[in-house]
């Protein structure tokens, strides 16, 4: 089949998110799966919208850098660098100020503002793929011994066990 320009358009990105969830935030992608022309392209984008005090939890792209910009509102972003230092790296952006996570690294992003807020990223990836290490660590399935993260986290293993309970 021919390709169309259906597949290398996507309509919807000004509709903002549903931000009515646990963590504030709404992520609509646009990645290879909504766009099929980007299959090979090594890039793809994403709008996110964040209720006031909404976050997007720490998660990392196994597969792209991503490159924030700040539509509206105000944001306090970060990431940690790999070990051993594990070093914080963040900065509050407002209105029109760009940041960049490198591939991946663990970021975050936190509305710091009263009002909603929107922010683009661009990806260096078609395919970035999201890795949300909640998900990961207390998420998997089949779980990881409660044993394991138990001595990782220096924590008792009902503890463990509980927040398991809650993926």
Do not use: C
């Not at 070093?87 to 209105?95: A, E, M, P, V, Y």
């Amino acid at each position: 089949a021919w390709v169309q320009a259906n597949d290398f358009s996507f309509s919807g990105l000004h509709n903002p998110g549903n931000t009515g969830n646990p963590f504030g935030s709404a992520i609509t992608p646009v990645t290879v799966a909504q766009i099929p022309g980007l299959n090979t392209l090594g890039i793809s984008m994403v709008r996110i919208d964040y209720a006031p005090w909404g976050i997007v939890a720490p998660h990392y792209h196994p597969r792209a850098t991503e490159i924030i910009t700040v539509i509206e509102g105000s944001l306090e972003v970060g990431f940690v660098t790999s070990n051993p230092d594990n070093r914080l790296i963040s900065k509050t952006l407002q209105k029109g100020d760009v940041f960049v996570f490198p591939v991946g690294l663990l970021h975050f992003q936190r509305n710091v503002g009263h009002m909603n807020a929107v922010t683009i990223s661009a990806l260096s990836s078609q395919n970035p793929g999201v890795s949300t290490i909640a998900n990961v660590i207390f998420g998997s399935k089949p779980d990881i011994s409660t044993n394991i993260l138990a001595k990782a986290f220096q924590v008792d293993k009902n503890i463990v066990q509980q927040i398991q309970r809650k993926f």
